[in-house]
């Protein structure tokens, strides 16, 4: 079994930056892609950014150039810099970690969550 656990998540003002944590644990853990998403107050759950094995990123067309996803392979460790944070980033944002196992289909696990809060 996998453990996915976020952490970061805060109130801040606009223009501010924030850097939230994922940190994936289990046994033999081998991690393929890896991605970002949030869910908005009564909106349905989107992906913010992605990040394949090999290096590739994908981002919201609404957060491109003020979001960077990262990963530490050694620490099984995924992050996501925010900066110029807006009042429509405010969201709970999960963190999505793909297993990798030999022969196998990629198998996804998901955290419970952190809010992030952009006020004035």
């Known amino acids: 079994q996998v453990q996915v656990m976020e952490s970061g998540g805060g109130s801040v003002q606009p223009g501010q930056s924030l850097t939230l944590s994922c940190e994936a644990s289990?046994?033999?853990?081998?991690?393929?892609?890896v991605a970002w998403y949030r869910q908005g107050p009564g909106m349905q759950r989107e992906m913010v950014a992605a990040?394949?094995?090999?290096?590739?990123?994908n981002y919201a067309e609404s957060v491109r150039g003020r979001f960077a996803i990262s990963r530490d392979d050694a620490q099984n460790m995924v992050y996501l810099q925010m900066s110029n944070l807006k009042p429509e980033d405010t969201a709970v944002y999960y963190c999505?970690?793909?297993?990798?196992?030999?022969?196998?289909?990629?198998?996804?696990?998901w955290g419970q969550g952190t809010q992030v809060t952009v006020s004035s």
């Open positions: 990040r394949a094995s090999g290096g590739a990123t």
């Open positions: 289990g046994s033999r853990l081998n991690i393929g892609p």
């Open positions: 999505k970690i793909g297993r990798i196992q030999l022969g196998r289909p990629v198998q996804y696990y």
